[in-house]
């Protein structure tokens, strides 16, 4: 598909044919469901990264398991976090996991279950934290400053590491 993609994409900057052309040719890329798909894929990789970016440990926020795991060792450990529930082992290793269920961990306990994605997911656990008067985890305190001051544009101080990400998503 990638190799196919490039010589489409070549072919559409060299002839440049007009957009009805290529939605006869290539309608899905036209479908609502296929190009939010791609965004949604997106802003997951995204926000699933920042930690790593800052240089902290996405599993400290982001906790993987599958549905078959007990429940209590799914959230055990964790303070406060977006749990994703895969449906088979295959899905661990695999890039396309299929998703069963995403929730909010705080304090060890699922509070919020069945989101509708990652990014949604991460929204609801920042209000949780800032409703419940929480405090960010220790080791995830730069991936909560970049969210709360750069995504949520929420304060206006922020740590050298998370200006330097903000300036670089500027240029």
Not at 30 to 47: G, N, P
Not at 123 to 149: C, H, M, R, W
Request: net charge negative.
């Amino acid at each position: 598909m990638q190799l196919t993609f490039s010589l489409w994409r070549r072919k559409v900057i060299e002839d440049q044919p007009m957009v009805a052309q290529i939605q006869e040719r290539w309608p899905a890329l036209f479908l609502e469901e296929q190009t939010s798909d791609i965004v949604a894929h997106r802003k997951s990789a995204v926000l699933e990264g920042l930690p790593l970016f800052l240089s902290e440990d996405p599993t400290k926020l982001f906790k993987k398991c599958l549905g078959t795991d007990p429940e209590d060792g799914q959230t055990k450990g964790v303070s406060v976090g977006v749990l994703v529930v895969l449906e088979d082992e295959v899905a661990v290793a695999s890039s396309s996991a299929n998703i069963q269920n995403i929730s909010i961990v705080l304090e060890e306990t699922i509070v919020l279950e069945k989101l509708s994605d990652i990014p949604t997911g991460l929204a609801y656990l920042f209000g949780l934290i800032y409703a419940l008067n929480l405090s960010y985890p220790k080791e995830l305190k730069y991936t909560f400053d970049a969210v709360q001051n750069v995504f949520m544009e929420l304060g206006s101080g922020c740590t050298q590491r998370v200006r330097s990400l903000q300036n670089k998503l500027l240029l």
